[in-house]
């Protein structure tokens, strides 16, 4: 006779088990799903890299905007604190000359009320009281007005100073900031390309080092033969190249667009200047200032240093200056047959690309 009783239930420590291993699927399901995802392809993170260098390079900007505001500022305060020594030195002057009159009127019978009032903390309120004593004298009164004047000048002094000083912490901090955010942009793009194999890396490099050498073929195929040794020679970063004629649209522009020619393979480095490396805006001022023309430091700036000719580039010609992107955050020089001579990019050399590579928002005649 069959038996109906019924099975026993499972205990805890199975149930444990069967939840643990049900559990443990469900993850390995879902690892193996995530490790299914595609890697981004060579284009794609050579794309994104490119995105955080152009972030970092607004970046930079600005922060070569705010070095050039603390510059300034620096100067000013340095200025001013000339300004309240002297002053203070006047006033000091003129203190001791009253205190003169106190000794001589002490030595002669104690002070007079008039004198007690000079030595008033506040000028004005002495001035307010003095003017109801009859013993005050107007030559007393003249000192008094002229320290009142200088202690005057003394104060707005101090407060411009002050508040220089304070505008000078603001950028300080400021300046701090914007170099952090390009560190920050820089350290995503090299961890974005340490994703890469070697052999990814070298084929970015091979595209990069091809696009130049054709950018450079273009920009020198109709250039004299003493531009084009100019811009052959990169291995002679550290020399200036002599200007050359190569129908510009001013001569200043011509003598620029060769001095720039000269630093071809000068590595691109945030913030700087020259002689041995720069930044895109670091580079077109070194370059137009060997020529004798001084524009401003940052790409913003130099957008509206000269005469804005248009934004196609059917008006350009060699020398002029190009301004990249709506907020004129990247800049060069225009080499001629479609190409610009610029400093491009962290891990790039100066070098000549294809001017629609980048979006041009206006041509700047200097």
Same mark, same amino acid.
């Given at each position: 006779?069959?038996?109906?009783?019924?099975?026993?239930?499972?205990?805890?420590?199975?149930?444990?088990?069967?939840?643990?291993?049900?559990?443990?699927?469900?993850?390995?399901?879902?690892?193996?799903?995530?490790?299914?995802?595609?890697?981004?392809?060579?284009?794609?993170?050579?794309?994104?890299?490119?995105?955080?260098?152009?972030?970092?390079?607004?970046?930079?900007?600005?922060?070569?905007?705010?070095?050039?505001?603390?510059?300034?500022?620096?100067?000013?305060?340095?200025?001013?604190?000339?300004?309240?020594?002297?002053?203070?030195?006047?006033?000091?002057?003129?203190?001791?000359?009253?205190?003169?009159?106190?000794?001589?009127?002490?030595?002669?019978?104690?002070?007079?009320?008039?004198?007690?009032?000079?030595?008033?903390?506040?000028?004005?309120?002495?001035?307010?009281?003095?003017?109801?004593?009859?013993?005050?004298?107007?030559?007393?009164?003249?000192?008094?007005?002229?320290?009142?004047?200088?202690?005057?000048? @003394?104060?707005?002094?101090?407060?411009?100073?002050?508040?220089?000083?304070?505008?000078?912490?603001?950028?300080?901090?400021?300046?701090?900031?914007?170099?952090?955010?390009?560190?920050?942009?820089?350290?995503?793009?090299?961890?974005?390309?340490?994703?890469?194999?070697?052999?990814?890396?070298?084929?970015?490099?091979?595209?990069?080092?091809?696009?130049?050498?054709?950018?450079?073929?273009?920009?020198?195929?109709?250039?004299?033969?003493?531009?084009?040794?100019?811009?052959?020679?990169?291995?002679?970063?550290?020399?200036?190249?002599?200007?050359?004629?190569?129908?510009?649209?001013?001569?200043?522009?011509?003598?620029?667009?060769?001095?720039?020619?000269?630093? @071809?393979?000068?590595?691109?480095?945030?913030?700087?200047?020259?002689?041995?490396?720069?930044?895109?805006?670091?580079?077109?001022?070194?370059?137009?200032?060997?020529?004798?023309?001084?524009?401003?430091?940052?790409?913003?700036?130099?957008? $509206?240093?000269?005469?804005?000719?248009?934004?196609?580039?059917?008006?350009?010609?060699?020398?002029?200056?190009?301004?990249?992107?709506?907020?004129? $955050?990247?800049?060069?020089?225009?080499?001629?047959?479609?190409?610009?001579?610029?400093?491009?990019?962290?891990?790039?050399?100066?070098?000549?690309?294809?001017?629609?590579?980048?979006?041009?928002?206006?041509?700047?005649?200097?």
């Amino acid at each position: 006779m069959a038996s109906h009783r019924r099975p026993k239930p499972a205990g805890r420590t199975r149930v444990s088990i069967l939840t643990g291993v049900a559990a443990a699927a469900v993850a390995l399901s879902a690892q193996t799903g995530a490790h299914a995802d595609p890697q981004p392809t060579l284009d794609q993170v050579k794309g994104q890299v490119d995105k955080l260098n152009e972030q970092a390079e607004q970046a930079s900007e600005k922060y070569n905007a705010s070095q050039e505001k603390q510059q300034t500022l620096q100067k000013q305060v340095s200025d001013l604190q000339d300004q309240v020594a002297r002053q203070q030195s006047k006033v000091t002057d003129l203190q001791g000359g009253l205190a003169e009159v106190a000794g001589e009127q002490y030595r002669n019978g104690g002070i007079s009320p008039t004198v007690q009032l000079m030595f008033n903390s506040s000028p004005d309120s002495f001035l307010n009281q003095a003017g109801q004593l009859n013993q005050v004298s107007s030559t007393q009164k003249g000192q008094l007005k002229e320290l009142q004047g200088e202690q005057r000048q @003394l104060d707005q002094a101090r407060g411009e100073a002050q508040g220089k000083l304070t505008e000078l912490d603001a950028t300080t901090k400021q300046l701090k900031a914007d170099k952090d955010d390009i560190q920050g942009k820089l350290k995503a793009a090299q961890d974005l390309l340490n994703t890469l194999t070697e052999k990814q890396r070298e084929e970015m490099r091979a595209a990069d080092a091809a696009a130049a050498a054709k950018a450079q073929a273009e920009a020198t195929k109709a250039a004299p033969p003493a531009a084009d040794r100019a811009s052959r020679d990169s291995s002679r970063s550290s020399d200036v190249a002599a200007p050359v004629s190569v129908a510009p649209g001013s001569s200043h522009g011509a003598a620029a667009l060769s001095y720039a020619a000269s630093k @071809l393979g000068s590595p691109y480095v945030y913030g700087a200047t020259g002689p041995g490396s720069f930044d895109c805006s670091g580079l077109v001022q070194w370059a137009f200032n060997q020529a004798g023309v001084s524009l401003p430091r940052t790409s913003q700036e130099q957008a $509206h240093a000269g005469t804005r000719i248009g934004s196609d580039l059917s008006v350009a010609q060699p020398g002029d200056v190009l301004i990249f992107y709506g907020d004129a $955050h990247h800049v060069g020089i225009y080499a001629g047959n479609g190409q610009v001579l610029h400093a491009p990019k962290p891990g790039a050399s100066v070098r000549y690309e294809a001017v629609s590579n980048m979006p041009l928002a206006s041509v700047v005649r200097v």
